[in-house]
């Protein structure tokens, strides 16, 4: 794995990246070329990707038809269906998926035993450690150094940073021009969160040249 570096693309899905997508994240738009030009950078440069993404059915206990949006929420990112797709860039890497039921660490290991891999974690909550197998998948890849990027920094971004923070030898960085939140909180205040974690926050322009 080059330089033991990975990059982590947080729910960029058209649910939440696009206007019409049913669960919006306001200004995601925006940043779908920044998005791209991350994957662009790191399957070309012969680093990994690893993804999270939701994938809801109706019985989930996030879904509901009359949402708080704090811990329910309409219909999104359905299994199977297009509002659950990523958005923009993806390259020809093939892609391979970490499904919701527990898996055999040895077939985890297989995912992993390439050179370069893209990797999608999928998931029935906000939280991707809620996957059975995310914190095995982490220990099996082993990075000293993950670049985090997506959506919504104030849920899902909060959710995979502060998950992360919990293996002592991994660096943490957040593309801050990769990222759009609900506006639940300020940003700023998120990022001064995260760098009192010791999580870096630059922009991709300036990661591009010191990875």
Same mark, same amino acid.
């Given at each position: 794995?080059? +330089?033991?570096?990975?990059?982590? /693309?947080?729910?960029?899905?058209?649910?939440?990246?696009?206007?019409?997508?049913?669960?919006? $994240?306001?200004?995601? @738009?925006?940043?779908?070329?920044?998005?791209?030009?991350?994957?662009?950078?790191?399957?070309? +440069? /012969?680093?990994?990707?690893?993804?999270? #993404?939701?994938?809801?059915?109706? /019985?989930? /206990? @996030?879904?509901?038809?009359?949402?708080?949006?704090?811990?329910?929420?309409?219909?999104?990112?359905?299994?199977? =269906?297009?509002?659950?797709?990523? $958005?923009?860039?993806?390259?020809?890497?093939?892609?391979?998926?970490?499904?919701?039921?527990?898996?055999?660490?040895?077939?985890?290991?297989?995912?992993?035993?390439? =050179?370069?891999?893209?990797?999608?974690?999928?998931?029935?909550?906000?939280?991707?450690?809620?996957?059975? +197998?995310?914190?095995?998948?982490?220990?099996?890849?082993?990075?000293?150094? #993950?670049?985090?990027?997506? %959506?919504?920094?104030?849920? &899902?971004?909060? &959710? $995979? %940073?502060?998950?992360?923070?919990?293996?002592?030898?991994?660096?943490?960085?957040?593309?801050?021009?990769? $990222?759009?939140?609900?506006?639940?909180?300020?940003?700023?205040?998120?990022?001064?969160?995260?760098?009192?974690?010791?999580? @870096?926050?630059? =922009?991709?322009?300036?990661?591009?040249?010191?990875?």
């Amino acid at each position: 794995m080059k +330089n033991e570096t990975i990059f982590w /693309d947080v729910d960029t899905q058209f649910d939440f990246m696009r206007p019409e997508g049913k669960l919006y $994240v306001p200004g995601a @738009e925006t940043i779908i070329d920044r998005v791209s030009d991350v994957r662009r950078f790191a399957l070309e +440069n /012969d680093y990994s990707i690893v993804a999270d #993404v939701d994938w809801h059915s109706l /019985d989930n /206990d @996030e879904i509901s038809e009359t949402p708080d949006y704090k811990r329910t929420f309409p219909p999104h990112c359905m299994a199977g =269906e297009p509002g659950g797709e990523r $958005v923009g860039f993806l390259g020809e890497l093939p892609i391979e998926y970490v499904g919701l039921e527990t898996m055999e660490s040895n077939a985890l290991s297989t995912l992993i035993s390439k =050179e370069q891999f893209h990797i999608v974690i999928r998931k029935d909550a906000l939280d991707v450690f809620s996957n059975p +197998n995310t914190d095995k998948l982490v220990e099996l890849i082993h990075p000293k150094k #993950v670049v985090v990027f997506g %959506v919504a920094l104030d849920v &899902c971004v909060c &959710c $995979v %940073v502060e998950g992360l923070s919990r293996f002592d030898d991994i660096e943490l960085c957040v593309l801050k021009d990769a $990222v759009k939140g609900l506006e639940v909180r300020p940003e700023q205040e998120i990022f001064d969160q995260f760098r009192r974690m010791g999580v @870096e926050v630059t =922009e991709f322009g300036d990661l591009e040249f010191r990875i």
